[in-house]
């Protein structure tokens, strides 16, 4: 299984960008599949994560009510909505996979490649 992150750019403030995260192989099927941000020089932070099976979804306080998780099971695909950009959530963006929900990263064994945000102020 590869995951493949994409939808990265560059945005304004204020604006909205839609990663996309599409697995290739085997499915989900009950994993746990997060959205992880990395500045340079700073640890990998968690910003939200989606049960497959469910639905469920968990967010970092920074980022709830702002970003919203989603998937699409018949496009084995992962979605991360971000509205209300701010400077801030500049960062290189990275979704990996879990077996059973978490927020660090060690516990996500499987990783994209990681798609670039930037927002400008």
């Known amino acids: 299984v590869q995951l493949q992150a994409s939808g990265g750019g560059v945005v304004q403030a204020g604006g909205s960008l839609r990663l996309s995260c599409a697995a290739s192989g085997r499915t989900f099927s009950s994993s746990v599949m997060g959205w992880f941000r990395q500045v340079p020089g700073k640890e990998r932070d968690f910003v939200a994560a989606?049960?497959?099976?469910?639905?469920?979804?968990y967010y970092a306080d920074s980022v709830k009510g702002r970003f919203t998780i989603s998937r699409d099971k018949a496009e084995n695909t992962v979605y991360l909505q971000m509205n209300s950009l701010k400077a801030e959530d500049t960062a290189v963006y990275y979704c990996?996979?879990?077996?059973?929900?978490?927020?660090?990263?060690?516990?996500?064994?499987?990783w994209g490649q990681g798609t670039l945000v930037t927002v400008s102020s």
């Open positions: 990996a996979k879990a077996y059973e929900l978490a927020y660090a990263p060690a516990q996500y064994k499987l």
């Open positions: 989606i049960r497959w099976g469910t639905g469920g979804a």
